[in-house]
Each structure stands twice: as C-alpha cells, then as structure tokens.
C-alpha cells in the first residue's frame, strides 16, 4: 500500500474503528509467533548438535543470541515506536523476525544460525511490547479488559506449547521446518496489521543511541566471558577480558542513564521498593528456570533416548501448567497479596528443581519425573501474574510502559545469564553430550537453579505486604478526554 492509501485508512479507522476480533488477530498473530520461538528450538538442541557437530557453547548460542538481541532493544523499540508510529515499527519487527525466520532455516553452519536468531531478537524486541500498546489503543475502554485479557492468554499459549511444537515439527519433518511456518504467518501478519491497526504516535523524544549501545555491549561481553570461560581459562586475557570490559560498559551504561535527558532506562523507577524488589525477584526467577529448563529437556533425549516430541510431552506437565495456575494466581492477588504468592512460586520451584536433580540417571523411569514437574508449573503459575501486579503496583501511571519494558528486559537477561551459567557449570563440571557424561554436568547445573529460586524466594520477602493494586493507566493511544480511572494497566510481557 502506498502511504497515501495508508493514510487514508488510517482517518477511516479512526472514523469507523475495526471490530475487534481483526484488531486481536493482527496483534495476538504475530505475539503468539515471537513468543513461540522463546522455547520453540529447545527441542532442536540434540539434532542440531548431531547435523552441524555443534558443540554445547554453541548450542547456548542458538538460545542467547535471541534472548540478548530481544532484552538489548526492547525498551528503543519503544522509543521508536512512540517517535516514528507504532504500526510501523511493529511492522518493521514482523518484517525483521520473519525474514531472518528464512535465513535461520536456509543456515548451513552454527555461525550463520546464530546470527539470523540475533536478527529473530531484535525484529520481536519490536512486536513484542508494541502488540500490547496497539491492541490497547484500537480496542473501546468497555472491551479492553476482555481484549488484554485474550491476548495475555494467546501470549501465554505461545511460550507453553513451544516446546510441543518445536518437537512435533522436528518429529515430522526438519528442524528447519520450525523457522519456515514463521513465514506465511509474517506475511499474512503484516497484511493484517495494515488492514486494521491504526498508525498511533508517542512522546517524540530523541533515542538514547549511547545507552543502547553500553548495555548491548555489556551483556555481550558479560554472557560471552561466562560461555567462554571453561574452554579458553577462567583466567585467560579472552575471558578476563570480555568479564571485566562487560562489567565495565554497564556501569558507564548506568552512569549515562542517570544523566541522560531521555534514558533508556529511567534509574528513578528503582527507587520505588516494589518496582526494584519484583525486578529482582523476577531476574532470578528467569535465571533459575530457564537455565535448567535448558538442561532437563536435553536430559530427556540425551540420557533417556526421548525423540523431540516426548521430550516435549514429558515436559508437557511444567510447560502446561502455568496456562492453569497464572490465572488463578492473578485472581487470587488482590486477596492474598502478591508477596505471599510470589514466595510461595518461588519456593516450589526450587524445590521442584533441587527434588529433579537427584533424580538425574539413565536408571530412574520417567514417572519419578512427573510429581517435580508438576510442582515446577504450579510455581511458574504462581509467579507470573503476581509478580506483573508487584512490578506496577506503586508505579505512575505514566511509567508503566516504561516498567513493562523494564521488567521484560531484565527477565530476558536472566534467561541469556541462566543458561550461559549452567552450561559453564555443565562442561566445568564434566558434562558432555553423550548418555554417560551427560549426568555427571546436569545435576550441578540444575541445583545451581535451584538455589538461584530460594535466593529469589528470600529477595521477595522484602517485597511490601499490600495487596498491592495496579493505578489504572491510560494505554498509549487514547484519547485524551477518556477518563483514565477506567483503563487497565498494561501488564508485564507474558513468558521469559
């Protein structure tokens, strides 16, 4: 479409609004495909390291590169989003995500794959925050709780049934097949988008280029250095180098922050007791669960000789059960505070995984497995809506875009670090990708998840009794005689 037929449109929706099961399909639509692609390769890992020889370094990389592309630049889509049109950049993303889905599939060799999942981050850094920001403004306020309401549960949807998909394609046909359905899909999404969704603006403030560009680096080096550490030497130039010089460009990041007229990342949230606690809380919540997800699910089809899909079924009862638990958790929240129920996901689930660690042997059948796992789902349920309320509660409501971005981009750093540090506790302590060797890695890196869950746990004591109520906020893109008290708030980004 030409950008005068675009505009065109764009006056015609405004006059005459989409219904809103097309404004819910061309955000939730491409949503659902970024969120898929979170867990959809782990599954992948074994063959892929049997079709390129792909060592476990490299195999972290597949993960790593999209959680750090993703978490580096989620927070300028954002800005983009509000100085150039939300849609367009939200398009751009779904154009990025699914042309670097083609090159991942046409990859040859461990380099070329990371590089097009590096490209899969950055194109949903854009969807992912700007989905939400879209639905909220195309939907009338009386219909944008059920609205939100929908797309969280297609959001959630997305990263449970991940796994089940990735090893059913797998199962079926390629791992390349995972990265190629990402393409019809991004085509028919981008058609729809344009059709229904209208071009909203921002506050048009210039992009904090410098700061992007320090914490990019930063986490690069920090997660490099710790991938690298047991082949190259803990203390060896490469390694030393790439820790202290990552260490080195976050602190000049937050420095920057807190002098920039326009931060990325505004430093004045983390004085807020609730914001900085649930932040933290959630960082190692991802830490933690991740990591070991990275190493259970490769456990399966290592060690017990499960093909990708039952991995993935045998995951099913973990994976599955927050889609149960989240709900209820988010209805309980507001009765029994969200304090109690983040410590009590947070105790479950390093309980669950410090009860699978011992269970890690070639000899010991799949049922044992069953009761941990469903204790791990329960936990993950009970964190993730409660732990969106803690981050919002005190929160302006003016920032709450700003602290979605912020929590969704600290849980993905803690996804990158997890699994970096538990592969590096994997091969440093022996681990290898064979039946024998397999084991001897696992148990250590899983119960280093473990205690990264009860330390989360004892940080989330320190989070404020209240019941804690999310402010109401005015989603971008309404207009400015609605009456705010009856907008919901926009909640933190479902999954990782």
């Keep these: 479409m030409s950008a005068t037929a675009l505009e065109a449109a764009d006056q015609a929706r405004t006059l005459r609004p989409s219904p809103m099961w097309l404004v819910l399909l061309a955000t939730a639509l491409p949503m659902f495909m970024a969120n898929l692609d979170n867990l959809v390769m782990t599954n992948a890992l074994p063959v892929l390291h049997a079709e390129f020889g792909a060592s476990v370094e490299e195999l972290q990389w597949f993960m790593n590169a999209y959680t750090l592309a993703f978490a580096s630049t989620i927070l300028m889509a954002v800005a983009l989003g509000d100085r150039f049109g939300r849609r367009t950049v939200f398009v751009i993303g779904i154009l990025v995500f699914t042309l670097s889905s083609a090159l991942a599939a046409l990859a040859t060799d461990p380099g070329q794959l990371i590089a097009a999942r590096a490209a899969q981050g950055f194109g949903a850094a854009a969807i992912m925050p700007l989905s939400l920001t879209l639905l909220a403004g195309a939907v009338p306020i009386a219909r944008r709780p059920l609205a939100i309401g929908i797309w969280g549960g297609v959001a959630g949807l997305g990263v449970a049934t991940g ?173 029994l505070g969200t304090r109690t129920l983040i410590v009590a996901g947070l105790g479950a689930l390093a309980v669950a995984l410090f009860w699978l660690s011992q269970l890690l042997d070639a000899g010991i059948a799949y049922s044992a497995y069953v009761a941990p796992f469903i204790l791990a789902g329960v936990g993950m349920g009970l964190v993730f809506a409660p732990s969106a309320t803690a981050v919002l509660a005190t929160m302006a409501p003016d920032d709450h875009a700003k602290a979605s971005g912020t929590n969704s981009m600290l849980r993905e750093v803690g996804v990158a670090l997890g699994i970096a540090v538990s592969t590096a506790v994997f091969t440093g302590a022996g681990g290898a990708l064979t039946p024998v060797d397999y084991t001897v890695g696992a148990q250590p890196a899983v119960l280093v998840g473990s205690a990264a869950l009860l330390a989360s746990a004892l940080v989330a004591l320190l989070l404020p009794s209240g019941r804690g109520v999310v402010r109401a906020a005015k989603p971008a893109g309404v207009a400015s005689d609605e009456p705010e008290a009856s907008a919901p708030a926009l909640p933190v980004g479902i999954g990782a």
């Design 163 to 335: 796994p089940l998909i990735g090893g059913a394609v797998i199962e079926g046909w390629t791992w390349q097949a995972i990265f190629w359905l990402n393409v019809p899909i991004g085509v028919v999404s981008v058609a729809i988008a344009l059709l229904a969704l209208p071009n909203s603006f921002g506050a048009r403030l210039r992009a904090d280029v410098v700061g992007l560009a320090l914490s990019g680096l930063g986490l690069l080096g920090l997660v490099y250095g710790i991938v690298q550490g047991n082949d190259a030497g803990w203390n060896s130039p490469e390694v030393l180098g790439s820790l202290l010089g990552g260490a080195a460009l976050l602190l000049a990041f937050t420095a920057w922050e807190a002098r920039a007229a326009a931060p990325l990342l505004p430093l004045r949230l983390f004085r807020d007791r609730s914001f900085s606690v649930a932040n933290l809380a959630g960082f190692g919540f991802a830490f933690g669960s991740f990591g070991a997800i990275f190493i259970l699910i490769q456990f399966l089809q290592v060690v017990h000789g499960a093909s990708p899909l039952e991995a993935a079924w045998q995951t099913s009862p973990w994976t599955l059960a927050p889609m149960v638990v989240a709900p209820l958790a988010g209805a309980l929240a507001a009765r």
